[in-house]
């Protein structure tokens, strides 16, 4: 085997790491992005409240609940009627929310909701001209009553999550940058030491076609098996809510997919057209 | 020369690699990222098992029903059931009917006493038996609701329980109002058939109480189920 041989060998396994050193960052960019545009989107989760019907099944959910708590408690279904509406747990989730994504350990504030509920109470007592009242079974009729707003309305395991968020937020955007400069690094390197410009972009095309392979497959996945929907919650707000975010997310990763698949279809011709002049 | 003949054999499978080698640098990421997962694929398996179930949750009920009322001729020829002719409720089932006349109660009768169960009926507190099994029933209501005719209860009225595979008479033998907390109030481990009923007491009082008001009864009548008999 010749020098030249062994040398061209050496240089073509050499493109083609950098081509899967590509591939693997272009596949870190894309969980980057899909975090930063999910999860780490402030927005993202309250959007999709808003589109699946969250708060009106969440109101419908708690109303239920505190039925539930009245019937064991002396109150009449209609006590609960209008108590807790839609804009209430709107505004409530909405600085909830807020709070987590800016870092604070907050929970959902229920301050008015136990004023409403003092007021609304009294004002039963008096209608209904009701004599029996335990002042001390009043006070934790009215905790509990908040207790169930408060874990009704906060989303499950996002008070463990918090502090990943939190920190994912600062390092996800370095990483990315710091993705895109190394990818960019790649480029040139791949371009300027090739003499033949076609090789240069197939060994760039490698590296797209790859990563768009890795992400459409989970994308895929997901869009076919449906197994998101088998997932079993008790609360319906909840359910429709993870629903919508999980298929937010997939057509966030068809998105990110296909644009690889456009970039890669571009290599590919733009190889033909370099090679066919060359 | 020879470098010739690598460009043509190259030239050959230029075309081919377009399609084998993404394949292959996909394959690699994706064993590897197994390779990393792996320690923890069996944590990860089980948890998805326990969030995702065969087929999509149906959210348009809250409960089954498995109650299939048995005719009073039928009942009064069983005096024993083997204990693989029942269908055992499962938590959040329907299985039965509880009715005291005198005091005006007719409900549902759930297995579980989770609060679904408690807001379209009478729940079976969780550790307590079915009836017929022979050890301690302990029923659960609110009331408000379902249990609130028991403030008329008095000592000789009948209790009936109907399920799918039987009917049940109990006689109720006294009250008593005791803590919640109180783990004396009932015996889960009786080994005889016995009814225990609760409910939240003051009854037509606002607030939440700490205080449960006991109904007992005892066994009249009702087919008896052979443990033996598998």
Redesign the interface.
Known sequence: MGKKTISYRLKSALYIFFSFLIAVSLCFAFIGLLLESTILNSDFIYDNMNSSNYFVDKKDEINRKLTDLGYASGLDEEFFEGFVDELMISKDTRQYLDHYYEGKSSVIDTENFCESFNKALDRYVEEKNINKVDSKGRDYLIKTASRIYRGETELPFFNTLSFYIVNLKTYIPIMLGGILVFVAILVLVIVFTNKWKHRAVRYIYYGTSTAFLVTIIPALYLLISKKISQITISSRALYNLLVECANGATILMLFYALFLMTISIGLFILHRRIKNKS | M??NK?RHKHKRL?GK??II???I??M???FALFAAVNPYLSVVSTGMRL???????D?STEFDNIFVPVSEEKNSETKELAIKDIEFPKYGNLFGKIIIEDCGIESDLFYGDS?VS??NGIGTYNGSFIPGYGRTILLAG????YFNGLKNVKKGQEVIIKTSYGNYKYKITGTAVKKAKDRKAFDLSAEYENLVMYT?Y?F??????EYRFFVYGDYVSGPIINKEDK
Do not use: A, Q, V, W
């Open positions: 020879s470098g690598y230029g690699s377009f080698l993404p394949i640098f996909c690699i990421i994706y969030f995702f179930s065969d087929k999509t949750k959210y609060e408690l807001r609110h009331n408000n609701t939240c003051p037509d009082e606002i607030g939440l109480t």
